[in-house]
């Protein structure tokens, strides 16, 4: 191997357009090491060596932050800008060390490798965009979103205009703080909904709001970035002239709307329900970005733009954009955009705010503050105008403040164009990093979208008037649901005096895309993923119904959001239509011999939220196939179904005895009521007189109610809670259904006492989660009434500005 050249680079000045340029000779080979640190080579000298070397560093670095920051709720693109940043500043320290990792020649390389993962992570945020939330965006809320960017601008011009006949500026400042001020005022779409997934808001009341509104933001910004960025090139550049160059754009986005988004369309549509996309096509849409990246270069634009538009094509959700995401999202995110966060914090030059240029930095760091404040308060006086409760209109305000990526893009991108000075790019930066941080951690700490869920009366099975609709929020994750839930439905006894109203959910979660929808089943074509599943389920309901159609109203609506945050839609579903109870699957799936096939985390923590924050009583419904299967109440038409409900005292008891009396009165129904008491009672743990009280006249009522029908009353002691054990499997024997209460109060710990040490599911309650076990094959229903703190007086929804407009 001959021997290496003791200089691998070097680096000069020549001259450029405006001013002196870099420029940076390197040797052809110096690309691959081949070994030769054998041979006493520095390997850093070289181009993939070194490339791999700065993203594991800039990954490890990145990735420490955010794991350090978590507590604060920082976003991990923010814990990258830090973490970059705070890594960069300790390199400095070095000058050697500097050089070694990030010499001049290596920063090129990094920079073409992050601005293409840029581009590619821009495309998978046009993929997760909505397309369709245009059409739902209300008047108001397109005046707020263009608002939101025109008033902090104009403030800050109009404040901007007389300020050099008052104060002696220099001529640089005063030619950047108008860009310093409209990339302050922009407010990026990717940014809020980001904000709004991490803590959960997505689908609040809040999180609908300023995901509209941000939408209408991002394209005012972008139309007004659009035209000064293409009037400028044109105007430095004499011989384009301005209009031919916005033509040009034009052109390009006329074609990727009815050229590229119908052959991606005609694409996503031949992919067989159930199947994933094809390599083919996944490498189809991949040339595609590379190819529209290269146009929107040629047009004067970034590359980062073709591929936005890209994505924008592509169909959101399931199954061919989520597919589209999971392959490019997390190279692109998580190792090479780091990359680009690196670069902006090179450029991060401290120095330029102190010495003699304290006074410019102070006048740009006045604007940049008056231009959040000016669009802080121009987003609350408007929501406020509106209608929107104070509190939201606040929160509103901070989130329409934060930025992500794409500002930090736009402000390294100005930068490298040299319209602003490295002076007003660390303070945009800077600035960034505090209301972002902040507007999370407040968001975090202050914002409970749970208080709106608050009602006035308590909503339950036991509250309904007999001539009311007893009204039934039923939630659907997958086609095994509906048999089930159906025949629920059927035995609760829909009569012409006893009517029943099912709202139905079919809930899907957020799998690539960026907002999340709740609509009714007439718009469910707005999610093409989901169409078959939700127009076969609606079919089944639209059949339950006619065959029920004076007793029976069926509503459908469909949800598609994150499990974290997917109780929202329930409980909001729940108040809007006054639910008496909420019908939620449990999760976990029996197969046919009684094992367990199946289990969903992300449904078991639907429901201990709902549960924990249900504006009515909430059933969860434990199916092992005799509620759905062929044992069902359908299928006995001529036989009869068994029910037996356990019954302890306590308000989840009393709540499930009015929903087993309401099955009791159906033809072909059994019931059979155990009341369970203690053998002996201490005095310390017997039940209040009131408790006893209501106790006994639920069950003095269910003997009237239930008089005349095929019902058995069972009075049973017990010591302790082995013989409540006994008890329980000698009701196994002629049972299909079995219906408890979650809790059973403080007196009747004792017959329980134990179990929860051997508890899995403390959702379904002590018994609830014994019978669930593999030893007890019949189905259950566990039920709980409203909790008592989630009742309240005299307080207005948060709602009402959504629901509205």
Known sequence: MSRLPAIVSSEGYVPGVNEPEQMICQYLHMTNSMGCSWFGCDVSAFSVPLLTLQLSLIF????????????????????????????????????????????????????????????????????????????SVHRHMVLMGCMSFVVPYAVCVMCLMPLPNLVQMDEVTLHTIPFVVALTSMTTFPAVTSTLSDL???????????????????????????????????????????LKNVLLIICFLISMCYIIRP??????????????????????????????????????????FG????????????????????????????????????????????????????FAALITEAFITLAYLAKFTSNFVLAMYFSVPVQDAFHFSMIMCTKGIIDVSAFSLIRSNEVVTDQAYSLLILNMLLVTGSTRLLLWHFYDPSTRYKTYKRNSVLECEPGDFLRMVVCIHNEDNVPSIINLLEASNPTRHQRIEAITMNLHPL?????????????????????HRVLQTGKAFYYFMERNHESVAVEHFVAMAPYGSMHEDIVTIAINKCANIIIVPFHKCWAIDGTIEATFPGIRSVNLKIMEKAPCSIGILVDRGQIGGPNSVLARRTKVFRITQLFLGGADDREALAYSSRMAQRHHISLLLVVLKPKYTDVEMAPEMHEKRMDRE????????????????????????????????????????????REHGYAYSKLTYGLQEWSQCPELGRIGDLLATSEFKFSVLVVQQQPMERLESGRVSSSRFVNEH
């Not at 809040?206 to 139309?223: E, K, M, N, P, Y």
């Not at 390599?279 to 991949?286: G, K, P, T």
């Not at 592509?314 to 061919?320: A, K, L, R, T, W």
């Not at 799998?511 to 169409?531: H, T, W």
């Open 263 to 304: 052959f991606v369309l005609w694409m996503a549509k031949r992919i067989p329900e159930g199947q994933d996309i094809k390599e083919s096509q996944f490498l189809v849409v991949l040339l595609t970005v590379l190819v529209c990246g290269v146009l929107t270069e040629c047009l004067g634009q970034n590359a980062s």
């Open 60 to 135: 490890i670095v990145s990735q420490t932050f955010f794991y350090l920051l978590k507590p604060l709720r920082q976003s991990i693109l923010s814990c990258q800008l830090i973490g970059c940043f705070v890594f960069i500043w300790l390199v400095r320290l070095d000058n050697h060390v500097l050089n070694q990792l990030f010499p001049e020649s290596g920063k090129l390389v990094l920079d073409t490798v992050a601005n293409f993962g840029y581009m590619l992570h821009v495309f998978v945020v046009g993929v997760q965009i909505d397309t369709n939330i245009l059409k």
């Open 698 to 741: 639920i069950i003095d009522r269910f003997r009237m109610e239930c008089k005349g029908r095929d019902v058995y009353i069972q009075q049973e002691e017990a010591k302790d809670v082995v013989e409540t054990v006994h008890l329980l499997r000698a009701m196994e024997k002629g049972c299909d259904l079995f219906i408890v209460g």
């Open 307 to 358: 591929g936005f538009m890209m994505g924008v094509c592509v169909p959101d959700g399931p199954p061919f954009g989520s597919a589209i995401v999971n392959r490019v999202d997390w190279i692109a995110t998580t190792i090479l955009v780091p990359a680009k966060f690196a670069i902006s914090a090179f450029k991060v030059n401290l120095k330029s705010l102190g010495g003699d240029k304290v």
């Open 511 to 531: 799998e690539g895309r960026a907002s999340a929808i709740l609509i009714p089943i007439s718009e469910v074509e707005k999610i093409p993923s989901a169409q």
């Open 200 to 242: 959960n808001l997505l689908n609040s009341d809040l999180g609908r709001l300023s995901c509209s509104t941000a939408l209408v933001t991002d394209f005012c910004s972008w139309i007004t970035a659009l035209a000064l960025t293409t009037i400028g090139v044109a105007l430095e550049r004499q011989e384009w002239k301005p």
